[in-house]
């Protein structure tokens, strides 16, 4: 009786592991020749551009399931962009040292075309993020497949020194909101670039990047905690659900500490429902929907806790979210927070960006995280 009750569930195991698998071919046959991935192919405000934290998390997930050629081309990327603005990088920090202001139409930009250039296109742009994610990312790439990060020094050395600088300051969140604030996540991205690189860097910059870390999660613990979980923003008491990710996989809080488990917790009681996880209980773009890799987020956040079976039911309504042709979107349109809202987005942008690579990229990162095959990889 017991063999036959489990092959139900090792047929829908099966499922959601073919679902992984053609994700990753989905991943490799859009990256682009200079190894950007395109945040969504077709969708009219992200075509075009490749953003450093979308990006650093699809590398991260294809990296995990073994694609190391495409992941260390996503990485030069990066570098190469990083690289080619390394006066500006430095002219910058020359006048932060001095005292000088440095406006946040001046700082690097969260996404740029394959080609590496800046957009010409009003964007929610100053977003620091990224840079701490790539740096996170790049390492994990490294030490998971034995790899030197050589021939990154340069661009990570100018991360660092850009990051160490300007790391408290106010800017954009994941969502490309509030700029006002100081938000949990985006410091979290810092924290755990920060800290994964501090091996590959001489000693004064090691030093100052260390100092930074101590300091960032100080000021977490002192005003970006709010009930015992880590809050939206500094002095907030929401939650978003990308403090998630700041549990797991960046490990910032890891599950294992009160701050990081009760963050899942209640990341998972304030903002998911049947059908998937919702971004904060205040958002109205394209109405509030739910959106699919913030259910695989959540997913590995409570896998690393210990509970798989929480886990793999996250990756079960990611799943649902898929198109016939085996698309996941951006977000669906079911328990919207802010129907009145959903209207004026499609108007103006078109319907929900799918496929997008992100959401992609994060089923695919749990699935490999609970173990799922596909079969053969084509």
Known sequence: MI?????????????????????????????DASGAYPASPTFSAYKGYSWFRDGAFIADA???????????????????????????????????????????TEMLPARFTFDGVEGDDDWWDFQLDGYG??????????????????????????????????????????????????????????????????????????????????????????????AGHLAKWLGSTEVDASLAAVVYPLNVFPASEDIGMNTVRAVDDQLSEVGGVHRYLADTFYGGGQWPLLSCMLGLAWNASGDRTRALDLLRSAAATATHDGYLPEQVGTHLLAPASEQEWIDRWGT??????????????????????GGERE
């Open 133 to 226: 994610t790539w740096l996170w990312a790049v390492a994990e790439h490294a030490r998971r497949h034995g790899l030197s990060l050589d021939r990154w020094q340069d661009a990570i050395v100018l991360t660092v020194d850009y990051l160490e600088r300007f790391w408290d300051r106010p800017c954009y969140d994941w969502w490309e909101e509030h700029p006002e604030k100081r938000h949990v996540s985006t410091l979290g991205c810092i924290s755990a670039g920060l800290s994964a690189v501090l091996d590959v860097l001489d000693e004064p910059r090691r030093a100052l990047a260390k100092s930074a870390v101590e300091r960032i999660r100080d000021l977490v613990v002192a005003e970006g905690v709010t």
């Open 352 to 373: 929900v960006a799918t496929p997008l690579l992100w959401s992609h990229a994060m089923f695919i990162r749990l699935a490999v995280e609970l173990g799922l095959e």
């Open 3 to 31: 063999e036959h009750a489990s092959e139900p569930v090792l047929a829908e195991e099966a499922q959601l592991g073919r679902l992984k698998e053609s994700s990753i071919r989905l991943i490799l046959r859009l990256q």
């Open 62 to 104: 294809v990296s995990a399931a073994g694609e190391i050629d495409s992941a260390t081309r996503f990485f030069d990327w990066c570098g190469r962009i990083l690289d080619s603005r390394s006066s500006t990088i430095a002219a910058m920090i020359e006048r932060f040292d001095a005292g000088q202001p440095v406006a946040d």
